[in-house]
């Protein structure tokens, strides 16, 4: 079988292949501590399960219209508008099965073969994957522990060519936990408006954030129509599986979205948007737990992996993840996270999952117990004396 040419450049998300392969140790009787995956470890809140089951009852398992439904819409322009400070209308919403259609479509709607496409790096990878898949080019910009893992503004000024047609920026971050200043945001805002670039903002982190507040570039002068918000329920209200998300943009590029959202999956499943209403109007408790759950979690890490000879780890300020320096060692990332996988029992990902810039760390997600933490930890530095 002859393959398109494009599907040589498509990449994936290591973090699934690293999970498939845990389970298949689990099977053989190894006891796994899955420090891989980034999903919450909580239910979803049974308000919003009562909210979808009442739903299909109610009979909300037809097709809706492709950019989402009415009601669902305007819940979101409200909540964007009050959360990111902007004014926004219902029809500057669309809603996807989970946030990554808002990736794949605006870097297809955006950039052309041979166009440039900025993005962070470690980053997450389905980032520089469609980049590619589209025949775009790929421009990293480097994440730098000494800088907090926030991007550098002026190395992006040297970075933007008359070819840039998107940059990509993801505050909280995956796989750091940085976050960009108010002032980072007010650069890059001023380089977007200057060189009239489009800026794909990922927020989908938005809500788990340790300290301070969370700062969106389209509430910046100017920067609202040139922002593509992405965002969604996965991460805020444990909801991963349901697949929910929505992208907030300008009117013009909502209705070729939409149009991009038929084309492929025609539209969200409806009985999750009414959860989805739930989830945004309905009470915030289970979400601010979590938050503090996560805050409590990454505290307990942090000390821990600091603890550990010929490890350093950064604290992040958002998102539940640590992205800790392993260069002491004197393994590569990918040689070390199977090691630790396949003799420790515990999973974790290589830097270079999320980028060439992530050599010389490993992610681990503290989305699991306190406990379970407690003893990874004390697996990893049994397992690390012997090296």
Same mark, same amino acid.
């Given at each position: 079988?002859?393959?398109?040419d494009?599907?040589?450049?498509?990449?994936?998300?290591?973090?699934?292949?690293? !999970?498939? +392969?845990?389970?298949?140790?689990?099977?053989?009787?190894?006891?796994?501590?899955?420090?891989?995956?980034?999903?919450?470890?909580?239910?979803?809140?049974?308000?919003?399960?009562?909210?979808?089951?009442?739903?299909?009852?109610?009979?909300?398992t037809?097709?809706?219209?492709? @950019?989402?439904? %009415?009601?669902? +819409?305007?819940?979101?322009?409200?909540?964007?508008?009050?959360t990111?400070?902007?004014?926004?209308?219902p029809?500057?919403?669309?809603?996807? %099965?989970?946030?990554?259609?808002?990736?794949?479509?605006?870097?297809?709607?955006? @950039?052309?073969?041979?166009?440039?496409?900025?993005y962070? =790096? %470690?980053?997450?990878?389905?980032?520089?994957?469609?980049?590619?898949?589209?025949?775009?080019?790929?421009?990293?910009?480097?994440?730098?522990?000494?800088?907090?893992? +926030?991007?550098?503004?002026?190395?992006?000024?040297k970075?933007?060519?008359?070819?840039?047609?998107?940059?990509?920026?993801?505050?909280? #971050?995956n796989?750091?936990?940085?976050?960009?200043?108010?002032?980072?945001?007010?650069?890059?805002?001023e380089?977007?408006?200057?060189?009239?670039?489009?800026?794909?903002?990922?927020?989908i982190?938005?809500?788990?954030?340790?300290?301070?507040?969370?700062?969106?570039?389209?509430?910046? %002068?100017?920067?609202?129509?040139?922002?593509?918000?992405?965002?969604?329920?996965?991460?805020?209200?444990?909801?991963?599986g349901?697949?929910?998300?929505?992208?907030?943009?300008?009117e013009?590029?909502?209705? !070729?979205?939409?149009? !991009?959202?038929?084309?492929? =999956?025609?539209?969200?499943?409806?009985?999750? #948007?009414?959860?989805?209403?739930? @989830?945004?109007?309905?009470?915030q408790?289970?979400?601010?737990?979590?938050?503090?759950?996560?805050?409590?979690? +990454?505290?307990?890490?942090?000390?821990?992996?600091?603890?550990?000879?010929?490890?350093?780890?950064?604290?992040? #300020?958002?998102?539940?993840?640590?992205?800790?320096?392993?260069?002491?060692?004197?393994? =590569?990332?990918k040689?070390?996270?199977d090691?630790?996988?396949?003799? @420790?029992?515990?999973?974790?990902?290589?830097?270079?999952?999320?980028?060439?810039?992530?050599?010389?760390?490993?992610?681990i997600?503290?989305?699991?117990?306190?406990?379970?933490?407690?003893?990874?930890?004390?697996?990893i530095?049994?397992?690390?004396?012997?090296?």
């Amino acid at each position: 079988m002859k393959l398109a040419d494009r599907m040589s450049g498509l990449g994936t998300e290591t973090a699934f292949e690293v !999970l498939a +392969r845990a389970k298949q140790l689990e099977k053989k009787g190894k006891d796994i501590i899955h420090l891989e995956i980034g999903e919450p470890d909580f239910d979803t809140p049974k308000n919003i399960t009562d909210a979808a089951i009442k739903a299909l009852k109610d009979g909300y398992t037809h097709y809706g219209p492709s @950019a989402g439904l %009415p009601e669902f +819409r305007e819940v979101i322009a409200q909540y964007v508008s009050k959360t990111r400070k902007i004014n926004v209308k219902p029809e500057q919403v669309v809603v996807t %099965p989970g946030a990554k259609p808002i990736m794949f479509f605006s870097i297809l709607a955006l @950039a052309n073969e041979g166009e440039e496409v900025i993005y962070p =790096n %470690p980053g997450f990878p389905i980032y520089e994957s469609v980049i590619n898949f589209v025949g775009a080019k790929a421009i990293p910009i480097k994440l730098r522990e000494e800088n907090d893992f +926030r991007l550098d503004t002026d190395e992006l000024k040297k970075l933007v060519t008359d070819k840039t047609k998107l940059i990509i920026i993801n505050s909280p #971050q995956n796989p750091t936990g940085g976050v960009l200043t108010k002032e980072d945001l007010r650069v890059i805002a001023e380089i977007a408006l200057s060189k009239d670039i489009m800026v794909l903002a990922d927020e989908i982190y938005s809500h788990t954030l340790y300290e301070g507040e969370h700062h969106s570039i389209s509430s910046f %002068p100017g920067m609202q129509e040139k922002t593509i918000i992405l965002d969604g329920m996965s991460k805020t209200y444990a909801m991963t599986g349901w697949r929910l998300g929505y992208g907030v943009m300008r009117e013009d590029l909502t209705v !070729l979205v939409a149009k !991009l959202q038929t084309n492929s =999956n025609s539209c969200t499943a409806t009985f999750t #948007q009414r959860a989805g209403i739930e @989830a945004l109007t309905g009470p915030q408790d289970e979400a601010n737990k979590m938050v503090a759950e996560f805050k409590k979690r +990454r505290d307990v890490i942090v000390k821990g992996l600091n603890s550990i000879s010929r490890i350093s780890c950064k604290t992040p #300020q958002g998102a539940f993840y640590v992205f800790p320096n392993i260069k002491q060692i004197g393994w =590569n990332s990918k040689r070390l996270a199977d090691h630790l996988l396949e003799e @420790a029992g515990v999973a974790v990902l290589s830097g270079t999952s999320f980028g060439e810039y992530g050599e010389g760390y490993i992610r681990i997600s503290y989305a699991n117990s306190v406990e379970n933490i407690k003893k990874g930890l004390e697996r990893i530095e049994k397992t690390l004396s012997k090296i």
